[in-house]
């Protein structure tokens, strides 16, 4: 039999592979994804998990960048309610920083302009009163404190709401399916993959490498690659805090001492904060990539400069979870990482009747306007591709606002409990109603293998997600990793091994 053929073949599973998998094939595209490890299981799932402009570009100058952020900021708004939330910052300005109070004031109201028309409230500056009730913060030195809003998201999620999209509209879309060898073709590439040890082989006109960090291993793979770009490897890390008390649901964003910008957000329904992110170039296998102790006590040195706890500094001690990512940037040869240009680059080469395209960078935040520019790529190669379709359109489980998903939270069956059905809210936006389907179809799937954790939720993982392992359930498709204690954790664990 002829080796199964597609229009394109996408390496990597993270935010960009599934995006463009996404387009591609709601533009007609036979289109194949194929991650190695779980979707999200690299940077995509190691951000900081903002949908944001990035204010701190507009300093260099990126006002391109920020702009399409933006934009795509209100589309995700819209898009993907249930996986994306406004969220206050607060930023305080000490007399001692460098950079000038005018200057970011001026910064918020530029980020305001660019925002007009998304329904988040402009920036502003909080009164000496507001000031006196935050709980925390360091009073020493201070001159004001601004206010501004950008969103957070769930990253690993969002990715799977893309590729699952992806696969609604035709993709052949799978995890644990690793690229190990592309090989040109007259039309196009004939391409190995390993699926659990088995060997396959496909071919595709097009091949596109959104493999993140491993961009340069992917490109090896082949004898006709787009020219290589300079790498720069930085990896950034976040450590998670328990939500002292009183909690206090504003984000932060402060500048550490050679004012670097470190967000301080709240996550999890304020359980937790996060603290992130270093920035330090990355040697070896960015599959490898950790939280080291230097990065910790950067972190905690960077939060406690700015809070005084009741109990005293934060140490090590509380640091209940860490993480760490990897970008992949165009070498720009910026002597410092933060200045390195966070815009994306594409890279292309033709190949017979087909051809290769390689991404560098991105962002989390603009995935949807990256894809399009690399279906505008494939056209210039040759591919008979449709135009652009995917603004305004919802991801996979994005047809319901927020207000809407509380209403079916709310109204739903009795056997989950209220805080259950809000958790799948917004885990899952409207695919909600197909857990309740199936609950009340089969109530024995409401037995819980841990508190909170029905048969119904890992069935609908395994069967509709993918998940596989107890660590793609409890870290990726969930948070429940850091909501269940260790014995809830390694139930879903054993379950994972029966099933
Ligand atoms: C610390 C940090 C914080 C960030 N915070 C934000 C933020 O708050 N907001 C924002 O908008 N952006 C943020 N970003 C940027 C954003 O996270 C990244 O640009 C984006 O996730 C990159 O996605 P990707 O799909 O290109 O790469 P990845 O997510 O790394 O995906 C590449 C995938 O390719 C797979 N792969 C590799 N080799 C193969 C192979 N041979 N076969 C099959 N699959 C393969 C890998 O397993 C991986 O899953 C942050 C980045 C970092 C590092």
């Known amino acids: 039999m002829a080796n199964p053929s597609f229009d394109v073949l996408v390496v990597g599973g993270g935010i960009h592979g599934a995006a463009v998998a996404r387009d591609a094939a709601g533009r007609g595209l036979k289109v194949m994804l194929a991650e190695k490890g779980d ?17 701190r570009y507009l300093e260099q100058l990126e006002l391109g960048l920020v702009r399409s952020s933006l934009v795509e900021r209100g589309q995700l708004l819209k898009t993907a309610p249930h996986l994306v939330e406004p969220i206050r910052f607060l930023l305080p300005l000490y007399r001692r920083q460098k950079r000038s109070g005018l200057m970011v004031q001026a910064g918020l109201k530029l980020y305001d302009l660019l925002s007009l028309g998304h329904g988040l409230p402009v920036s502003g500056r909080l009164t000496p009163e507001e000031i006196t009730q935050l709980p925390r913060l360091r009073r020493e030195d201070l001159a004001s404190v601004l206010h501004y809003h950008d969103c957070q998201t769930d990253d690993a999620r969002l990715t799977l709401a893309v590729a699952l999209d992806a696969r609604g509209r035709g993709a052949d879309i799978k995890n644990r399916r690793a690229v190990t060898a592309i090989e040109p073709l007259d039309h196009g590439y004939g391409i190995e993959l390993d699926e659990w040890g088995a060997k396959r082989r496909v071919e595709a006109r097009y091949v596109v490498n959104a493999s993140g960090p491993w961009v340069a291993s992917v490109d090896a793979l082949s004898s006709v690659h787009p020219p290589s770009r300079p790498l720069r490897l930085l990896r950034g890390s976040h450590i998670v805090l328990p939500m002292p008390e009183p909690a206090e649901p504003s984000a932060y964003t402060l500048q550490d001492a050679e004012d670097r910008v470190i967000f301080v957000v709240p996550w999890l329904g304020g359980r937790f904060l996060m603290v992130g992110t270093t920035e330090m170039p990355h040697e070896g296998d960015p599959g490898t990539a950790v939280c080291s102790a230097e990065e910790e006590a950067y972190l905690l040195d960077a939060y406690n400069r700015y809070f005084a706890g009741a109990n005293g500094p934060a140490t090590a001690a509380d640091v209940v979870f860490t993480w760490s990512g990897v970008r992949a940037l165009e070498d720009d040869h910026a002597a410092k990482p ?12 033709a190949n017979g009747a087909g051809g290769m395209l390689t991404l560098y960078g991105g962002k989390l935040t603009t995935h949807r306007a990256l894809a399009e520019e690399v279906l505008e790529e494939l056209r210039a190669l040759g591919a008979g591709v449709g135009g652009p379709w995917t603004k305004d359109v919802p991801l996979y489980g994005g047809t319901l606002s927020r207000q809407e998903l509380l209403a079916r939270a709310d109204s739903g069956p009795a056997m989950a409990s209220r805080e259950v059905r809000r958790r799948w809210a917004f885990t899952y936006g409207d695919q909600i109603e197909a857990l309740y ?14 508190p909170g954790v029905m048969l119904v939720e890992l069935a609908h993982a395994v069967e509709v997600e993918d998940a596989i ?9 969930t948070k429940l990793h850091l909501m269940l204690d260790q014995s809830g954790r390694d139930a879903v664990e054993a379950w994972f091994g029966r099933a």
């Open 39 to 55: 979707y999200a299981s690299a940077t995509s799932g190691a951000s900081s998990k903002l949908i944001h402009g990035g204010l």
């Open 338 to 349: 933060a200045r390195v240009s966070r815009s994306p680059t594409l890279a292309r080469i």
């Open 437 to 450: 389907g199936r609950l009340v179809r089969d109530p024995t799937l409401a037995e819980e293998v841990a």
């Open 469 to 477: 392992t107890a660590e793609d359930f409890l870290l990726r498709r």
